[in-house]
């Protein structure tokens, strides 16, 4: 049984920075073939905002995201983590990390039915 945990969400003025966290029990990171940020805000749809391939050491961003946020890994504490910086109003909503034991090729890795393994989610609200 493998269950992810996050951590870190908050509440920040626009500009500001965050740092989620995911660890994973129950199965490794490494194990895992893929691990993937999700991001969804009222009445909208689960996007993606980053994947990782721990074993080729890759790593995906978004266009929204790219150049603000980095997703990094502590293998010794099976946890990945989301630096967010220069946030904006536009990246509030619940975060999830979510996870996949089939490798997930970067065309679909930020589709969440790709992932079968999932957070239960932090907040992150961000104000102007």
């Known amino acids: 049984q493998v269950r992810l945990v996050e951590r870190g969400g908050g509440s920040v003025q626009a500009g500001g920075s965050l740092r989620l966290s995911c660890t994973s029990s129950?199965?490794?990171?490494?194990?895992?073939?893929?691990v993937g940020w999700f991001r969804q805000a009222p009445g909208k749809e689960r996007e993606g905002v980053a994947a990782?391939?721990?074993?080729?050491?890759?790593?995906y961003y978004a266009d929204s995201v790219k150049g603000r946020f980095t997703l990094s890994r502590d293998n010794a504490r099976n946890t990945v983590y989301l630096q967010m910086n220069n946030l904006k109003p536009a990246d509030t909503a619940m975060y999830y990390c979510?996870?996949?034991?089939?490798?997930?090729?970067?065309?679909?890795?930020?589709?969440?039915?790709?992932?079968?393994?999932w957070g239960q989610g932090t907040q992150v609200t961000v104000s102007s």
């Open positions: 129950g199965l490794t990171f490494y194990a895992l073939k893929n």
């Open positions: 990782d391939w721990p074993a080729s050491g890759s790593t």
């Open positions: 979510a996870s996949s034991s089939r490798e997930v090729s970067r065309f679909r890795s930020f589709n969440p039915l790709m992932y079968e393994y």
